[in-house]
């Protein structure tokens, strides 16, 4: 269930009994913890009167503690044992507040994630979320007094950012984040949801009281709320904590349920994107393996896209010329010498339009349809390497576009060909292609597009006409904790890049522009062309940050003003072919204010592949990652 | 779904159409040529008109073909691509006759198989199944002839076997076993249990008709898919072919369900294994590792088990004499020297029960309802390592022990111990441990109980007495296979023993006591005492069979004649806290009809664990699996 609600119980006898008191009011589990906040030896309430499905709604509640002690080290080591005992999955420990403290938890924290990893036949470690306030306490407070607040608004997450690098930015750890008062500043806001928060905590005295005496939040929290739930793609609990000062607990969880409800919580997103939100995946390579059935068809239901390319064809097909002939007809005398005439035009007449990688036919249908709207007469040629997806063409062009005879607007070839290597019988006028992956030009559009110099002219135009990639550093617990994860099946996560559905990611500075490939002459044959390509590219941090690597994006000219984008700033909307490509760094490093982060990027060229390598130059110099293209390569065969 | 039911399309102009009509009609999935029968070149029926939901309801269906023919291997390569390409799940192969074809045919599904592995980025390759006759055609011809029947029983399996040998068990190889015909000889049926059947086909010709010109199955029939059912536990569809002879082709689907609700189809197993036939597992090491409290749970939940141990303790407190006593108090006069007598007989009076491993006390309540049953006064020691267990025996002794006090039957003192270096105050008239695994000795219950030897006497009486592992040659493709999955979490698969509920498996001979441990006197130092053991065993098969490991059992002598079993000759009934442990081998080799399987199984006793070291002998000796524990291998510590 997305967005559950629990309900934090500070002191209770018997954890069974307050469990199901409150699942009985609505909540989906409680916060509590295992011993008597008093008892200082370790004397757990037992698991005895717990059933075994009750125990996974029960979350264990570590209260703030001075990790300096001992004692207290040997306590939280119990109950982490206890917890893992009883089966309990997630554990809220309260972030204590001094440098020394928070190095013995990060100790105990990482003990607990290493030892458990070792036995693959027990039950995992119970996730572990750190509790931190959104303000930090002393300035709640300083307003209560007259003197200047003197406030450190990095506080809470400096903590936070500490554990974690002290653990690696592990899988399992988590924050709890207490909306504890009005916002801070949006900067810093947007830093929490590149982390993993899976908890908000809301105070029941952080709730205002309505005309019916029920309980409500502020419009500020509502659209804390609302951003909260969009980054982190419903993958979070509320718990409500506090006395009960709104006539009846329940009365928070309604108020919840309520905003559930609401377009607050609506996410209109695509159904191609929904359950693949911050999932890494290994970029298509679309080149070495055909393409399934399946993946045509869900890329073949972007509309957006698709309207784009009809748009930029219609427009590239007003402009050839050919077309004008038309009206030579009018002065043509005799039958004989029309005939001839006619197939001599025909030949003229006809503007050649090329759809090179035409899978099962979507461009085709939208070069048709474009010929259809600006009254031309088109010979198309569907050129797909892929014999399966020729058996589709086959079928369409038989039903939908009129067999060997064709169609008012035009007729269609079917050539099972790598583009590459076809031997055309004509030159193209138009030539059409989808190469584009995530990255711009990382599904080797240009490889492929320099491939076809030999059926062009110079007067050929090119869909798309040039494309551009872009990426900016990234701070994200989320993607960078999966490569520990990934490693069981990709022994060298670090040297690859995803493809990913970003959300709960914090951009540390605006997109640039990497590289740009421009294909207005493709008469040039491949081996007097350069794709190579090398930049360097300094980033400028807001605040401190921690850097996991860097987000890739493109955008592209299909002709004249028609464009696609999936760079924030200028995408087009309910677009969903591409997800942006995530390139990671294997050692996170610490940002501060104002420092620059200086990024090394090659794309290179071999014989038989292309591979991108990655460098940090600034502020700690990094390894080159997948240096040779060694681990992530696109095959050129 | 569980068991789903389909129906084979011989010949069909429009798959889509076809499908619809059949699922309309209530089957679950269609089979099907992707070719017209009559077409010799690939020209498959296009997947325009199939949505991708619907794809996975198509099993390709490719009818049987000489593969010494170029021509017929290429068309199958064809069609495995196109399958791919749409995103089949499922192929059909009609297995060949002749050995070149079959071993054509091998490669090229081997082609398959490895090739997809490759990209582990693409759909996985669909599975193969390999459709065989139960009764070779041969047969069923002859019924019609006179002539002696020249018939060759073990034909379709040995076919089936070469492409599996080829293969090499791959995980996704299956069967589909053609009904074509009363059952043939029950050992071969039950060779075949030991195969990866996953479709059942049924012609319906095959069907009875009843008086309400109903289809009907004949006892023959219901009974082997009765057992087929058991040994699949359900995994497993069936697959309706022919004409249309009963009026409507969805008689035969509402028969099929029809048996589905009836007995012949319920699996009455425990919920706790449910799930769990044929998944093997990593044995527990309770000894190294505590064990969780939810597993302790489902343990405790198993009646049967704790109701033999009662008996057991029972019939042995019965039998220590010091209870005789109680007739003494009558002949005592004065109160003072009463005093002094009832407290020196209490210590020789109560009977003094330990119960070693205690966990969350099941034992300690079996023991504590023994003595009362036999009129006993016992004082229980519950000596339990596991530091979270004994959180729960404190709050038990407190709740239903009656603490410190007792109860009129005994006392319970609860002790945080290993048992092997507890310094006990006494020494033990009983002593009670459950200490065993599927393979007997396997948890190190023979160590643990050495350990003991300085806290019990001569008569002290042990529960359990003595216990014996077996173990039997097994054919199983099922569980043989998935150790090709499991490589990639454990890169020595064949060099560990997996506890699993054995379901698709045939036992090629009877089991054989390995290795016994008796307990009748504990008092000996474990440095006198040797737990290593070495022993040959002989099996004989009775058919052409393949031999992919061995199944371990266990027996056990609680005490007198109360006994615990997972033999399958002798097993209790509903008991299910053991299932058997397989040992696999690395290479399986076939075996002839009264061939010799010769194993030598080896249990060694380091310093800091215990391993089994298993080889075959005979026909073809293998390596030493698990040489020097270096794999799997029981810690002491």
Chains 1, 2 share one sequence.
């Not at 952080?206 to 005496?213: E, P, R």
């Not at 939040?217 to 993958?235: D, E, P, R, V």
């Not at 040039?466 to 550093?473: A, K, L, N």
Request: glycine letters at 4%; one cysteine or more.
């Amino acid at each position: 269930m997305k967005v559950a609600i629990g309900y934090q119980v500070h002191n209770s006898e018997n954890i069974a009994l307050s469990l199901r008191q409150h699942l009985d009011n609505g909540y989906n589990f409680i916060v509590a913890p295992l011993v008597h906040p008093r008892v200082k030896k370790f004397v757990p309430y037992s698991d005895v009167f717990l059933g075994g499905s009750e125990r996974s709604k029960l979350v264990v509640y570590i209260p703030k503690r001075d990790y300096n002690l001992k004692n207290n080290c040997s306590l939280i080591e119990s109950e982490f044992n206890y917890a893992n005992h009883i089966g309990v999955n997630t554990m809220l420990i309260d972030c204590p507040d001094n440098r020394v403290a928070l190095k013995n938890l990060s100790d105990i924290i990482n003990r607990q994630f290493v030892s458990s990893s070792e036995h693959f036949n027990e039950h995992q470690a119970p996730s572990v979320c750190i509790k931190v306030p959104l303000i930090p306490y002393k300035s709640y407070s300083s307003k209560w007094r007259d003197d200047e607040p003197d406030v450190d608004y990095d506080e809470s997450w400096e903590k936070w950012n500490f554990i974690r690098m002290i653990t690696q930015s592990h899988p399992k750890l988590f924050v709890a984040l207490e909306l504890n008062g009005d916002p801070i500043d949006p900067e810093r806001i947007e830093r929490w949801f590149g982390e993993p928060i899976v908890m908000a905590l809301l105070s029941t005295s952080s709730f205002l009281t309505n005309s019916s005496k029920y309980p409500v939040l502020s419009k500020a929290y509502q659209q804390l709320i609302q951003k909260l739930n969009f980054k982190l793609a419903g993958n979070f609990s509320f718990v409500i904590n506090g006395n009960n000062l709104h006539g009846h607990l329940k009365h928070y969880l309604q108020y919840i349920n309520h905003l559930k409800s609401t377009d607050l919580f609506e996410d209109k997103i695509s159904k191609f994107c929904l359950g693949y939100e911050d999932v890494l995946q290994i970029p298509l390579q679309p080149l070495k393996d055909n393409l399934d059935s399946l993946v045509y068809e869900v890329f073949e239901t972007d509309d957006i896209k698709y309207q784009q390319y009809e748009l930029a064809i219609y427009k590239a097909m007003k402009k050839i010329d050919k077309t004008d002939m038309y009206v030579i007809l009018l002065f043509i005398p005799s039958f004989l010498s029309m005939i001839n005439f006619l197939n001599c035009i025909t030949n003229r007449f006809n503007s050649v339009a090329m759809v090179v990688g035409a899978g099962r036919g979507p461009l085709v249908e939208k070069a048709l349809k474009a010929a259809e709207q600006s009254k031309k007469y088109v010979t198309i040629y569907a050129v797909e390497k892929n014999v399966n997806a020729i058996v589709t063409l086959d079928v369409l062009r038989d039903l939908r576009w009129g067999g060997n005879a064709g169609l008012s607007n035009g007729v269609v070839q079917i050539i099972n060909e790598d583009m590459r290597y076809w031997a055309a019988p004509r030159k193209a006028d138009l030539v059409i292609s989808e190469l584009l992956g995530s990255f711009g030009d990382n599904e080797l559009s240009p490889e492929c597009l320099d491939g076809i110099w030999n059926y062009v002219t110079k007067e050929t135009i090119n869909i798309p006409r040039s494309y551009s990639s872009y990426m900016c550093p990234v701070q994200s617990h989320k993607l960078y904790s999966q490569l520990l994860i990934d490693k069981k099946i990709n022994n060298n996560p670090y040297d690859y890049g995803y493809v990913v559905h970003v959300r709960n990611a914090y951009l540390i500075d605006d997109p640039q522009k990497v590289f740009t490939f421009v294909h207005d002459d493709l008469t040039k044959p491949p081996n007097e062309r350069d794709n190579s390509r090398a930049k360097t590219m300094t980033f400028r941090s807001k605040l401190k940050t921690v850097c996991h690597g860097f987000v890739g994006y493109f955008d592209c000219c299909l002709y004249d003003d028609i464009y696609l984008s999936i760079v924030p700033s200028t995408q087009n909307a309910n677009m969903f072919s591409w997800f942006p490509i995530y390139f990671p760094f294997q050692v996170p490093f610490n940002v501060d204010p104002n420092d620059e982060i200086v990024i090394h990027l090659t794309r290179n060229v071999g014989n038989n592949s292309v591979w991108y390598e990655w460098t940090v130059q600034q502020p700690t110099p990094s390894k080159i990652h997948n240096l040779k293209g060694k681990h992530y390569s696109i095959s050129l065969h």
